[in-house]
């Protein structure tokens, strides 16, 4: 459980979505449920982070809008300590997040969002790293350890060096042009 609104994981969906474009809160708990359906996020638990992320400075309110008979509603876009922040979020999930966890692969959701030339980098941190469990897990089993005694070993070895792999393929991609990128490299 997240010890304020903005550790919440959704704070990186919506700040993610805010980067797209400015939207009301209501648009934004639409759009999380149509990329995420899993997550199943309510209006009012979505009301209520949009409101903490505006008082950390995250998020600003731009204007209101008012379609047909509906109510009027607040517009919120990223503010520039909310770029910086998103962005750094961006970077400590790729390098961090746990392999059974969705938060690299939310991050990996903005990894445009960085500088065509840091991606690299950042994603070679997270490799290092997995390249040091696989070590670690390979060094688990030894001599007359029967296989199924350590079967999830294995079949974590199997995730990790996919992603490995995956990640080296990405990077040389990112390095040799091969994959488009954003033409506007942020807010700065």
Known sequence: MPTTAVDNPLALRLLGLLVEQPMHQYALAVALNERYPYLNAKSGSVYALVRSLQAAGWVTQTGVEQVGNRPTRTVYALTDQGWRVFRERVRRQIREARVTTSAFVDALAYLGALDRAEAPHVLRE???????????????????????????????????????????????????????WPAAEGQA
């Open 126 to 180: 997270r490799l290092e790293s997995l390249e040091e469990r696989i070590t670690e897990l390979d060094r688990a089993g030894g001599p007359g350890v029967k296989e199924i005694t350590m079967i999830e070993v294995d079949f974590v070895l199997h995730q990790l060096r996919a992603e490995a792999d995956w990640i080296r393929a990405l990077i040389t991609r990112i390095e040799d042009g091969e994959l488009a």
